[in-house]
């Protein structure tokens, strides 16, 4: 019999979305607006400990929908961890703005100590913003790098497009540096299949940002136009669906901690490590470190054999072929954690068919270098 493959972070839904959906269907608000849109932007202000909540179309709409309000462009530097995803960055590549990366830490999440070097160096000032990353759901130093920021003068943006859920010593995820940004992808830990948000304290930049995102239409019966806008607003549909996640959010939490805290186990004493925790994590995917570039391939392959999906760590930004030419401080650290980092399945819905299929594969996996009480074997 086909088993059926197992994925990384697949969406988790049941009858409340489905219903949810249904009921905004039945509503006639088909549209990019609608009363699950505005009570979608209220949860998500709640979940951010933020004023306000801009739902759009992605995280990197949201992204996008900052810089607009912020002014960025080719004057600008837009400094970054490389250890993240495209889209932290590729918003401001489009805009001309001149891109830095930055090293990590141990646990994957900037480098402070390198931040604030790589700031000064830089000169930081007005037209300089620091795009930080949540890495896979874990919080960077809130209070660190705001101060940084500070001090010099530069604007933070808080990507925590992987995070919602977390916290950082009890302030949720997003609820730092100018805004914060969600997103809502299939793969996320809550989705609207696709869909994103801005969060923020700002009246200014939210009323702005809502407005960019539906092509910046001024209050006149005609289509009146003070400024050039996007359309990315969110639909009613899909917010609604958003609102029925929502409210399972603590389930999925604990659900992703315990798929943690059973991959603890099943590597314990195997030389293989997990990334070092951070406190608040919403583990959307647990990341195992295996000791070289080698292992990590044979585990991988292993997986794959047994239709199991993973993927290795994000590829940092400054060895992207693309952004050859960008400033790096540091990278070692990214560059080590790419090559010996895999996402592991952490899907909220993993059973336990799923779960014995991970362990016997683990177990059964032909790996050089491990050791420990529990070495893998071949069967
Ligand atoms: C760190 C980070 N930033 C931004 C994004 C962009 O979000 P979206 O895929 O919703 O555009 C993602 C997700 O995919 C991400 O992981």
């Given at each position: 019999?086909?088993?059926?493959?197992?994925?990384?972070?697949?969406?988790?839904?049941?009858?409340?979305?489905?219903?949810?959906?249904?009921?905004?269907?039945?509503?006639?608000?088909?549209?990019?607006?609608?009363?699950?849109?505005?009570?979608?932007?209220?949860?998500?202000?709640?979940?951010?400990?933020?004023?306000?909540?801009?739902?759009?179309?992605?995280?990197?709409?949201?992204?996008?929908?900052?810089?607009?309000?912020?002014?960025?462009?080719?004057?600008?530097?837009?400094?970054?961890?490389?250890?993240?995803?495209?889209?932290?960055?590729?918003?401001?590549?489009?805009?001309?703005?001149?891109?830095?990366?930055?090293?990590?830490?141990?646990?994957?999440?900037?480098?402070?100590?390198?931040?604030?070097?790589?700031?000064?160096?830089?000169?930081?000032?007005?037209?300089?913003?620091?795009?930080?990353?949540?890495?896979?759901?874990?919080?960077?130093?809130?209070?660190?790098?705001?101060?940084?920021?500070?001090?010099?003068?530069?604007?933070?943006?808080?990507?925590?497009?992987?995070?919602?859920?977390?916290?950082?010593?009890?302030?949720?995820?997003?609820?730092?540096?100018?805004?914060?940004?969600?997103?809502?992808?299939?793969?996320?830990?809550?989705?609207?299949?696709?869909?994103?948000?801005?969060?923020?304290?700002?009246?200014?930049?939210?009323?702005?940002?809502?407005?960019?995102?539906?092509?910046?239409?001024?209050?006149?019966?005609?289509?009146?136009?003070?400024?050039?806008?996007?359309?990315?607003?969110?639909?009613?549909?899909?917010?609604?669906?958003?609102?029925?996640?929502?409210?399972?959010?603590?389930?999925?939490?604990?659900?992703?901690?315990?798929?943690?805290?059973?991959?603890?186990?099943?590597?314990?004493?195997?030389?293989?490590?997990?990334?070092?925790p951070v406190d608040g994590e919403n583990n959307w995917l647990t990341v195992a470190l295996l000791p070289d570039e080698g292992s990590r391939d044979a585990l991988m392959s292993a997986f794959a054999a047994a239709d199991?999906?993973?993927?290795?760590?994000?590829?940092?930004?400054?060895?992207?072929?693309?952004?050859?030419?960008?400033?790096?401080?540091?990278?070692?650290?990214?560059?080590?954690?790419?090559?010996?980092?895999?996402?592991?399945?952490?899907?909220?819905?993993?059973?336990?068919?799923?779960?014995?299929?991970?362990?016997?594969?683990?177990?059964?996996?032909?790996?050089?270098?491990?050791?420990?009480?529990?070495?893998?074997?071949?069967?």
């Amino acid at each position: 019999m086909k088993q059926n493959r197992i994925y990384l972070s697949p969406p988790w839904t049941d009858e409340k979305e489905r219903e949810a959906v249904s009921a905004a269907f039945d509503s006639g608000y088909i549209a990019p607006c609608g009363p699950m849109v505005d009570a979608f932007e209220l949860e998500l202000a709640k979940v951010a400990g933020r004023r306000y909540a801009v739902a759009v179309a992605s995280g990197t709409a949201a992204i996008d929908l900052v810089l607009e309000h912020l002014g960025v462009d080719s004057s600008w530097t837009v400094v970054a961890p490389t250890l993240t995803f495209m889209a932290t960055v590729g918003p401001a590549w489009h805009r001309g703005a001149r891109l830095a990366f930055v090293d990590s830490d141990a646990t994957g999440n900037v480098d402070v100590a390198l931040l604030d070097d790589a700031l000064g160096e830089l000169g930081g000032g007005e037209r300089t913003l620091f795009a930080g990353v949540d890495l896979y759901g874990r919080c960077c130093d809130y209070g660190e790098v705001s101060r940084i920021c500070r001090r010099r003068k530069v604007k933070f943006l808080c990507d925590s497009a992987e995070a919602v859920g977390a916290s950082w010593r009890g302030r949720p995820a997003g609820s730092a540096g100018v805004a914060g940004v969600y997103s809502f992808n299939g793969n996320k830990i809550v989705t609207t299949s696709g869909g994103g948000a801005v969060v923020t304290d700002s009246a200014k930049l939210a009323d702005h940002a809502r407005k960019l995102s539906q092509q910046s239409r001024e209050p006149r019966p005609w289509y009146e136009h003070r400024e050039v806008g996007f359309n990315y607003r969110m639909s009613n549909i899909l917010a609604a669906l958003g609102l029925a996640q929502l409210a399972k959010l603590p389930a999925i939490l604990e659900a992703r901690s315990r798929n943690k805290r059973r991959y603890e186990k099943l590597f314990e004493g195997t030389g293989v490590g997990l990334l070092p925790p951070v406190d608040g994590e919403n583990n959307w995917l647990t990341v195992a470190l295996l000791p070289d570039e080698g292992s990590r391939d044979a585990l991988m392959s292993a997986f794959a054999a047994a239709d199991i999906e993973t993927r290795p760590v994000w590829k940092p930004m400054h060895m992207q072929p693309v952004f050859a030419g960008c400033r790096a401080f540091g990278g070692q650290v990214a560059e080590d954690l790419f090559r010996r980092g895999i996402c592991l399945p952490s899907g909220t819905g993993l059973g336990e068919n799923d779960w014995r299929r991970i362990e016997r594969t683990v177990r059964s996996a032909q790996i050089a270098g491990f050791h420990g009480k529990r070495r893998m074997q071949t069967k």
